[in-house]
């Protein structure tokens, strides 16, 4: 897809490839967040037509990186009133691309995605808690791979549906809306760095 080692035009402080790898997690793309915020829009969507109260980007001010203090403070990505045991949860979405570091550790399917969930229950879960409330971290790969949290989530989520909606249609929209998402934000990043072609 791209010319291989050449510097990324964006970031210049990686070498891109032929597969794209670079493209899907270069954090200085625009389509990075684009992706990341396009998920979560669909993801609230979801909860909204599931009946499920939750508001984006809710300033809960305890979410911090404790080694850097409270000068950190920053939003939850969504807040969902009252998910588990009459607690607010902090829901904190992160994409990852599976193919980081494929060229030193080799492929192993998920593992990205774990990785970043347990990276964000080492960062937020304990704030959390001593604040009363829950946190999903919420990671997916760029592939579609969606971690343990997520799917548990998800699956919590599609449980609300079922129980609200009796056309067998609207059972399979959680999972497949979500997909199609993801690969949505996907395509518009690798779009968006695509070489320009003089016709």
Not at 50 to 72: C, H, Q, W
């Amino acid at each position: 897809m791209y010319p291989e080692d050449e510097t990324c035009p964006i970031c210049r402080k990686a070498c891109m490839d032929k597969y794209g790898e670079h493209a899907l997690h270069c954090k200085e793309l625009p389509g990075f967040k684009y992706r990341h915020d396009w998920v979560r829009d669909v993801l609230w969507d979801i909860l909204r037509r599931a009946g499920i109260s939750a508001k984006k980007y809710a300033p809960v001010n305890f979410l911090t990186d404790p080694m850097e203090g409270r000068s950190t403070l920053r939003p939850a990505d969504l807040l969902v009133f009252g998910w588990t045991r009459g607690k607010h949860a902090c829901v904190d979405l992160t994409g990852v691309s599976p193919l980081v570091g494929l060229r030193e550790n080799g492929f192993v399917a998920g593992q990205a995605a774990r990785k970043a969930e347990s990276k964000k229950v080492d960062k937020h879960a304990k704030a959390c808690a001593e604040n009363q409330h829950v946190f999903v971290p919420f990671a997916f790969d760029t592939f579609g791979f969606l971690a343990p949290e997520a799917m548990q989530f998800l699956t919590s989520v599609q449980r609300v549906v079922h129980n609200n909606c009796s056309t067998p249609r609207g059972r399979d929209f959680v999972f497949g809306r979500l997909g199609f998402a993801i690969q949505k934000g996907v395509a518009a990043q690798l779009v968006a760095r695509l070489p320009f072609v003089l016709m």
